[in-house]
């Protein structure tokens, strides 16, 4: 996981959105890491499969509809399917979406 947080954070450096890389992908299932610098957003977007979003270090804003959550590290959200949302970062940070 090191290289690829790495990878993440040199990817991070020139960039102006979020930097995402797969973890782990198995059949249908797949973990991806994505940084994000403070201010950046992943932006507006549905999932087709079931997803959670963990973030591991930082703060993020989860918005979807008229919902908005403060993750902070440690927190999780359940991503619900076709509805639309996004993630906008309140702080450097990085987080897992897992997908299944």
């Known amino acids: ?19 995402a890389r797969i ?14 610098l403070k201010g950046m957003t992943l932006a507006q977007h549905k999932t087709h499969v079931p997803a959670m979003l963990v973030v591991l270090s930082g703060e993020v804003k989860y918005i979807q509809e008229n919902k908005i959550l403060v993750l ?6 359940d991503i619900p399917l076709e509805v639309k949302h996004e993630v906008f970062a309140e702080a450097d940070s990085l987080c897992m979406l897992i997908k299944c």
């Open 23 to 36: 973890f782990y992908k198995s059949g249908d299932s797949k973990i991806l890491l994505i940084g994000f």
């Open 1 to 19: 996981m090191n290289v690829i947080i790495h990878e993440i954070n040199e990817k991070l450096k020139t960039s102006d959105h979020p930097v």
């Open 72 to 77: 902070h590290k440690y927190d999780s959200q």
